[in-house]
């Protein structure tokens, strides 16, 4: 029994052991908002290409959550989130600190294909009989959503307040509702089964996205390197492509 | 096959395992099945509630009518299970009242029903108690009334004294024959225990290995065992010889018996019609062969003696006796019994 | 109750020489104890609680509660009418394929839940198998309506009824059933007065366990009906949501949720206990 006990053990120590290794080795661990998935994967590519014998690891998720993980002692080195008040969540707590703006999403209209409710304008969204996801607005694509609708001067009763935006846009996809708001990105992301249609006020609701090195970050200068690359016109021209606007 | 009561031939296979068994129950007659234990009589009262599919030669009917084709719940019986099976979450009276409400009456008509089933059985004050309340002869007599309840036109019963101990069982034991003997349908009663059936029954069906070695009143078979286990039973030496007008040969060892017998013959003598001697006895024609003593034990008040070849017997002697012979295993006896006492059928 | 009275008497008597508690139980016990009630610990602990009466009087809240027990309520009824039967099929009658159907039965509890939810998208939402047919014959749309949180709960939590009703049918003596069918009961007579009545603690049991079950449902619930204040956020929704901007909101939500069921499940508990 005690050799069973000591045998585990060691291997805890042992797997603890490795971790400690590779994370103080060529390793970036960097928690990004969902939207970003398409874009930071290609970039993490491409930054392991030009830095042999790295890995770059990542945490997509919804920009609080991952804010919420960070407090907690979440190991990241770097943190991209989709909008400035959940980066707030991690500078208030001082672990990071300056964080600087790399892209900009702007909302569009998203139809299923073939557009059956022949949805066209933001009017048309409060027309009696259609159906509209939208973000709920603890998260920022619902903040979004709700100045842009204001802008707009519309008033929406939707059928679900979505807790992120890729569940919006999935109600989209599967045809359950006729319209949603959700960021161009997204929309690029599911071309083919969705159709985007930008409207004007989406203007007056720009989501900022911010970037920092966390402060304890332990692969520092790595994560330094990874942002650098994100801010380069290779990275504007990957986040370009994913429908991300430079700000 | 119109005659009213039962007939039945019934077959049921199993792998390993075969009962094919066939008799009546005229109404009013209580019918024991009597075997050892996986005979086939248990097997054989599933099979006449339903609760288990015959073979196609098998057949029941009853009162002319067919039942093998009928499900469970469309037959006339009624059963007492071996260990009762009252439905726990009712009072008696509702646990009586299941068959009439079954089969139709109105909950008030079963109550009622219910109520003079268990004043007849003498359980009205335990009306409203819980099965788990009841003791054991007070639980039989409830599933007795609960069969009763539905006027059924054939009576099963398993084993129905078997969970009883010895002294309530003696009482409930005369209860059911009074209750029986004032039931007009067809009885089938299912024991491993010859004194039920001896009490209970008016006709006995002996069951071995899933057949029918022997049937007949409780007086004839007693009298007359065909088989070891019959002759157990009812505590007789049981031995099948060749019979030759007043003698029958066993073995070797010929037998003078009142009874004439020619060809194959059954010879049977009980225990105690045995009498030991430390020499050989003289004079008087009795039957008499030498034998040694293979083990002694008490039965009763009486001590019982286990005898070896030419022919294995029991043999009941008293104390008494035992002390005079000073036997012990190994000893070489005569053994005696008179012609008077033994008897010879035709097997 | 017995068993504690006897155990009690026993060690008054002194007779009773129990032995040493092997270590090799206790210890993992102990350990299991504390990694299930920790977390809740840890909830209590941060629980902001000079402002916890002012935050369950948001009649969000109330409104969020009320949501999640009647769907539950509702959703658990659903499962008694459909699983109870199920069981019974499962346990009683000859059917062929049954392993692979007892099989099939218990793919919600293993199928991510959010899953489960696309799953009854696609075949009862909009533009499901199904679900076109209802709103094109009768007009009725299940997704994003209170409805639909039931349907999403029923579909999560019914296997936890079936599979310990199916138990309880499996331990319960069947020659119960059939000195039922020997007295002239019809094959539903027996199940109504003879076969439920036998397994009542099983389906109790199970009921509590689906209760439950759909209580805490969220990702089916979120996929396939929906976040709405009033029609489908219930509790586990709204404390998600809650997650994103005020954590301390989300514990005190989670609270109730917890201090509610623990409270309902305690009394249907006594109630059962002292009525068998």
Redesign the interface.
């Known amino acids: ?1 005690r050799r069973v006990l000591l045998t585990v053990l060691a291997a805890a120590l042992a797997l603890a052991g490795c971790g400690a290794e590779a994370s103080g080795g060529g390793k970036v661990t960097v928690f990004a908002a969902a939207s970003l998935t398409e874009s930071f994967t290609r970039l993490g590519a491409e930054f392991e290409a030009a830095h042999p014998g790295t890995a770059v690891t990542f945490n997509f998720g ?1 920009s ?2 991952l804010a ?1 993980q960070i407090v907690q002692g979440a190991p990241a080195d770097v943190f991209a989130a989709a909008s400035p008040a959940t980066m707030r969540t991690v500078t208030d707590a001082s672990l990071a600190g300056a964080p600087v703006t790399f892209a900009r999403n702007k909302l569009e209209i998203a139809v299923p294909a073939g557009n059956p409710a022949k949805v066209r304008t933001p009017a048309d969204l409060a027309a009696p009989g259609v ?1 509209v ?1 939208l973000c ?1 607005e ?2 920022p694509c619902g903040v979004a959503a709700a100045q842009a609708l204001k802008a707009a001067g519309v008033r929406v009763t ?6 992120d935006v890729k ?1 919006t846009l ?2 989209v996809r ?3 509702v006729d319209a949603a708001l959700v960021y161009r990105t997204d929309v690029l992301a599911a071309a083919g089964e969705v159709r985007g249609i930008p409207f004007p006020e989406a203007d007056r609701a720009v989501n900022d996205y911010p970037i920092a090195v966390l402060d304890d970050a332990p692969a520092g200068d790595l994560a330094k390197q990874f942002v650098q690359l994100v801010r380069s016109p290779q990275g504007k021209d990957v986040l370009a492509e994913a429908g991300f606007e430079a700000p | 096959m119109t005659a009213p009561g039962l007939s039945a031939r019934l077959v049921v296979t199993r792998p390993a395992f075969r009962l094919d068994v066939s008799f009546d129950v005229v109404p009013g007659e209580v019918v024991a099945l009597l075997g050892p234990n996986g005979a086939g009589k248990t097997t054989a009262l599933r099979a006449l ?3 288990i599919g015959l073979a196609a030669e098998g057949h029941i009917t009853l009162d002319g009518r067919p039942l093998h084709t009928e ?5 006339p ?3 007492v ?1 071996q260990d009762y ?1 009252l ?3 009712l009072s008696a009276l509702d646990n009586v009242a ?2 009439p409400r ?2 139709g009456a109105s909950k008030a008509e079963a109550r009622r029903v219910a109520a003079g089933l268990l004043e007849r059985v003498g359980l009205a004050a335990q009306a409203g108690a819980k099965p788990r309340r009841l003791s054991g002869g007070q639980a039989q007599r409830v599933a007795l009334a ?2 009763l309840a ?1 006027r059924p036109r054939l009576l ?1 019963l398993d084993e129905p004294l078997a969970a009883l101990d010895a002294h309530t069982r003696l009482e409930i034991r005369s209860q059911l024959r009074r209750h029986l003997a004032g039931f007009d349908g067809a009885t089938v009663l299912v024991t491993h225990d010859p004194l039920d059936a001896m009490v209970l029954a008016d006709r006995l069906v002996v069951v071995e290995d899933g057949a029918v070695v022997q049937q007949g009143g409780p007086a004839e078979v007693a009298r007359r065992p065909r088989t070891d286990y019959v002759a157990r039973l009812v505590g007789l030496n049981l031995y099948r010889g060749s019979g030759d007008g007043a003698r029958v040969k066993v073995g070797e060892l010929p037998f003078s018996t009142i009874e004439q017998v020619d060809g194959p013959a059954f010879v049977a003598f009980s225990p105690a019609a045995v009498a030991l001697y430390r020499t050989r006895p003289d004079g008087s024609p009795r039957n008499l062969w030498q034998a040694a003593v293979e083990g002694v034990e008490r039965h009763g008040d009486n001590v019982r003696v286990h005898l070896g070849g030419p022919i294995a017997a029991f043999v009941d002697i008293t104390p008494a006796a035992l002390a005079d012979l000073d036997l012990s295993p190994g000893r070489q006896v005569w053994a005696a019994v008179k012609a008077t006492e033994t008897h010879a059928y035709p097997a | 109750m017995t068993t504690t009275s006897r155990s009690g008497s026993a060690r008054g008597g002194g007779r009773v020489v129990a032995g040493r508690l092997p270590w ?1 139980l206790v210890v993992p016990a102990l350990l299991g104890l504390a990694f299930l009630v920790l977390p809740l610990a840890g909830l209590l602990i941060r629980a902001p609680w000079p402002t916890l009466l002012q935050r369950l009087s948001e009649p969000q809240i109330l409104e969020a509660l009320r949501l999640s027990v009647v769907t539950a309520t509702i959703a658990t009824a659903v499962c008694l009418l459909l699983g109870v039967p199920l069981a019974w099929l499962l346990a009683r009658v000859d059917l062929p394929g049954k392993r692979v159907v007892r099989a099939l039965v218990t793919v919600p509890l293993v199928l991510p839940p959010v899953v489960g939810g ?1 799953a009854l ?2 075949v009862l ?3 499901g198998l199904v679900g076109q047919w209802l709103e094109s014959a009768f007009g009725v749309t299940l ?2 309506t209170t409805a639909g949180v039931v349907i999403a709960e029923a579909f999560v939590a019914m296997p936890f009824l079936v599979i310990s009703v199916e138990g309880a049918l499996r331990a319960a ?1 069947q ?2 059933e ?10 539903w ?1 027996v199940f109504r ?2 076969t439920l ?2 397994v ?1 603690p099983g389906i109790v049991a199970g009921a509590v366990l689906c209760w439950a079950r759909a209580l805490g449902e969220f990702g089916a619930t ?2 396939f009906a ?4 009033g029609t ?2 219930t509790m586990p ?1 709204a404390v ?6 005020e ?1 301390e909101a989300a514990i005190v939500l989670s609270l109730v949720l917890l201090a509610v069921s623990v409270v309902i499940l305690a009394s249907l508990r006594d109630r059962w206990v002292n009525a068998a």
């Not at chain 1, 939707?158 to 807790?163: I, N, S, Y």
């Not at chain 3, 929906?226 to 204040?229: E, H, L, R, S, V």
């Open positions: 029994m919804s609080a959550t919420q159906k996801a709920a603890q998260v939707p059928v679900t307040l979505e807790q569940a999935t109600k599967l045809g359950e | 509630a339903g609760l499900p469970p719940d469309r037959r019986i009624g059963m299970f099976l439905f726990p979450h299941f068959g079954c089969r609960r069969a539905v099963l | 090799v696309v998208l696609l939402g909009r533009r997704p994003f003596d020659r119960y059939e000195a039922a069918a020997t007295l002239g009961a019809s094959r007579t007065r003879v009545p036998l009542a979120i996929t929906g976040n709405f204040p489908t956020r929704l998600y949501l809650a997650l994103e901007t954590p």
